[in-house]
Nanobody, 130 residues
């Protein structure tokens, strides 16, 4: 059973940066599912896909709202996936959650569809103040 754990959230001023981490619990490996994605949910809004990575092939996908500001990467040695968030804006505020699935098309047209992910973390809060 894959259990995901997020960290790195917190308060930040607009224009600042944060790096979120997603790793597996001690009893599992993040590499049991090759597609890892970050989703976020703001108060009063639905959950939206932010970015996804194929941790085996390195394929990436980003939401238009974060392209050029956010970078997703994977550290094989640490078994950890990161989301580097730069130039943060108040509209980036939300709970960021990582999710995992197995797929040969991690960055394909369904990368941001919640229903295709079977494993979820509990989320980390990001609050961007103006």
């Amino acid at each position: 059973q894959l259990q995901l754990v997020e960290s790195g959230g917190g308060p930040v001023q607009a224009g600042g940066s944060l790096r979120l981490s997603c790793t597996a619990s001690a009893s599992s490996s993040i590499y049991t599912r090759n597609c890892i994605a970050w989703f976020r949910e703001a108060p009063g809004k639905g959950r939206e896909g932010v970015a996804a990575i194929d941790i085996i092939r390195g394929d990436l996908a980003y939401a238009d709202a974060v392209t050029g500001r956010f970078t997703m990467s994977a550290d094989d040695a640490k078994g950890t996936v990161y989301l580097q968030m730069n130039a943060l804006q108040p509209e980036d505020t939300g709970t960021y959650t990582c999710a995992a699935r197995a797929s040969s098309a991690c960055s394909g047209p369904y990368w941001a569809a919640e229903r295709v992910y079977g494993y979820w973390g509990h989320g980390t809060q990001v609050t961007v103040s103006a």
